[in-house]
């Protein structure tokens, strides 16, 4: 692969920094100063900028049952971020949430430093649908389930038809979504007069939330079993 891609797949360094510290002579290859950004490395060999190893990360991808409390993000001034939840032996993966629960919301987050993967599965041009379960202030109704299936249209955006499911209790509800706006799930019970208590992500297509998963806990998924459950199912 590619030097720059190598160090942008380990870093935060973006590729504009990488090649200014190539051409400042920062960089090293195998125990000599790189010559150019896009020189050929293998992932076995030793870089390092500044004298700093680089160790080399390639892709991941993490499954998360997000806790109540903490934001979708890699940083924040004011709450914990879903990535201090990550082991230290993952840390250098610098992984980003795929997509945004609500800091009060539960369940299925993937984490991963895959662009490619974290837009294909967030883009609702792919039509992924994502499962949650639900508690609403009120009890859900038949006709609730039809207004669901008609789509819903709000100011930046028309939900396409979605899924409410009735359980036994018509106050704990079953809801698939086909984006993952703002707020989405919240705002669409809302439209049927009811409020959302509480939200947990159950699934991602057809990746379920392990039940064995622990609160805050993060398990390590294959690519391509991870692309075949999600992708595999729409
Ligand atoms: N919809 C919401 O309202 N909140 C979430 O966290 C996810 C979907």
Redesign the pocket.
């Known amino acids: 692969m590619r030097l720059d891609k190598y160090i942008s797949d380990s870093t935060a360094y973006t590729r504009k920094e990488i090649k200014k510290l190539v051409r400042a002579g920062a960089v090293n290859v195998e125990g000599v100063t790189a010559s150019a950004a896009d020189m050929r490395v293998n992932e076995t060999d030793k870089v390092s900028i500044n004298g700093e190893t680089v160790r080399y990360a390639g892709q991941v991808y993490l499954m998360l049952n997000k806790p109540a409390g903490y934001i979708s993000a890699t940083e924040d001034r004011n709450y914990p971020v879903v990535t201090e939840l990550v082991p230290e032996e993952y840390a250098h993966y610098n992984v980003s949430p795929v997509g945004r629960?609500?800091i009060d919301?539960e369940g299925l987050l993937l984490l991963t430093n895959d662009g490619a993967f974290n837009h294909a599965v967030t883009s609702p041009k792919k039509n992924i649908y994502k499962r949650?379960f639900a508690r609403l202030s009120r009890p859900a109704e038949l006709a609730d389930v039809d207004v669901f299936a008609a789509g819903m249209e709000f100011k930046e955006f028309t939900a396409k038809p979605a899924v409410l499911e009735l359980t036994e209790d018509p106050r704990e509800v079953y809801i698939e979504i086909a984006e993952?706006k703002f707020?989405?799930?919240?705002?669409m019970c809302e439209r049927i007069g009811k409020t959302?208590l509480y939200?947990r992500?159950v699934a991602i297509g057809g990746l379920n939330l392990p039940d064995d998963l622990p609160s805050g806990g993060i398990v390590e998924c294959a690519r391509d079993e991870l692309k075949e459950k999600i992708f595999g199912s729409c």
């Open positions: 629960l609500d919301t949650y993952g707020h989405q799930v919240k705002r959302v939200l992500r």
